[in-house]
């Protein structure tokens, strides 16, 4: 059994679905990205798959953290399941280019921080 959540989740449908997934009653958690960003800690996850990456690496790293939060006593497995040649392989490389620059932003370094036009053709 599964419980569902997504942006056309009414209110306190979407409550009730979270409590009964933390008290156990679905084997499985499916939620959107964008439904499942705030306000949402589940406890009683053990794994977390992301099967569609959002162009911001922050709010992955958000939902990931939706289910290692205080109260957490099981360990956390997280899973991103990736097509090889796909707009979203090229996703998880902008991902990985964001999170350098970030890092070189604030290292303070002199780096180039922005992209130039043929990485974003080769985005698209």
């Known amino acids: 059994s599964y ?9 306190g449908a979407r409550a009730q679905r979270i409590s009964e997934f933390q008290a156990g009653e679905g ?14 800690n589940l406890t009683g996850a053990d794994y977390v798959i992301h099967l569609d990456p959002w162009w911001n690496p922050a709010v992955e790293d958000q939902a990931t953290d939706r289910a290692h939060r205080i109260g957490q006593e099981r360990p956390v497995t997280v899973y991103r399941i990736i097509a090889e040649g796909t707009v979203e392989e090229r996703i998880l490389d902008l991902h990985e280019r964001k999170r350098a620059l970030a890092d070189q932003m604030l290292a ?11 990485e974003l053709i080769a985005l698209i």
């Open 27 to 40: 084997d499985l958690f499916l939620i959107s990205l964008r439904a499942g960003g705030v306000g949402l």
């Open 3 to 11: 419980r569902y959540l997504d942006g056309s989740t009414p209110r």
């Open 108 to 118: 303070g370094s002199e780096a180039p921080t922005k992209l130039d036009l043929d």
